[in-house]
């Protein structure tokens, strides 16, 4: 149980354009999902809390406008990256939070601008 | 705001060998959490740790949770070459799980035969 995944499992795509992730929680609920960030040989970063049914929880320095969080279902949130530049390159990974504490990751999406 | 310190972020070990990964975080938390990640794959979830004096281990792997010191450690016994990976610790930021994590930079595992 507690299965998360994200499609695309990778994405290369060009500058300007925007890129859609979606992340999933395949047997169960989550009213709650995270988006994070890693770039490589780096940690994880948290970008956003997304809720069900509301507006995402940006955190500080993440640009609401760029990073478009919906989360219409109590098992799908999707992270858009508008008009996607080079830097924007990294490994996102959504997890969902299940029960009260216990968080399990997506396999993550690694999105390459060229 | 909360930190997250790990360390050491590098450690080649031989087979065999103990060792240990601290984490130390700078606000209160009730929640410690460790994770696993294989290059190129996301995180697999090692131990959750949610009060004082809390250990859990599994195979050769022991965490263990000191609230009021703030520091977390897992301890490694007689390592074998498929425990090479980074390994996160992560803090909760609030009560009631209802915030995302906090990571440490990680740790660099590699364990030489």
């Known amino acids: 149980g507690a299965v998360v995944s994200q499609h695309p499992s990778w994405v290369i795509c060009k500058s300007g354009t925007s890129v859609k992730i979606e992340c999933r929680s395949l047997?169960?609920?989550?009213?709650?999902m995270f988006w994070y960030r890693q770039f490589p040989k780096q940690s994880l970063m948290l970008m956003a809390t997304s809720n069900e049914g509301s507006k995402a929880t940006y955190e500080q320095g993440v640009e609401k406008d760029k990073f478009l969080i919906n989360h219409a279902s109590l098992t799908l949130s999707t992270l858009t990256v508008t008009s996607a530049h080079p830097e924007d390159s990294s490994f996102y990974i959504c997890?969902?939070?299940?029960?009260?504490?216990?968080?399990?990751f997506g396999p993550g999406t690694r999105l390459t601008v060229l | 705001e909360l930190k997250v310190e790990q360390n050491p972020l590098f450690l080649s070990m031989q087979e065999g060998k103990n060792y240990t990964i601290y984490c130390n975080y700078s606000t209160t938390s009730d929640r410690l959490y460790w994770y696993r990640q294989d290059p190129g794959k996301s995180l697999e979830s090692l131990f959750v740790?949610?009060?004082?004096?809390a250990v859990k281990q599994e195979g050769r792997l022991m965490a263990s949770l000191d609230t009021k010191a703030r520091l977390s450690t897992l301890h490694i016994t007689a390592a074998v070459h498929d425990l090479s990976a980074t390994y996160f610790c992560a803090v909760g930021r609030s009560g009631g799980g209802a915030d995302g994590l906090t990571f440490g930079k990680g740790t660099h595992l590699i364990i030489q035969p």
């Open positions: 740790l949610l009060s004082n004096g």
């Open positions: 997890s969902a939070r299940v029960g009260g504490v216990e968080q399990f």
């Open positions: 047997d169960f609920q989550a009213t709650t």
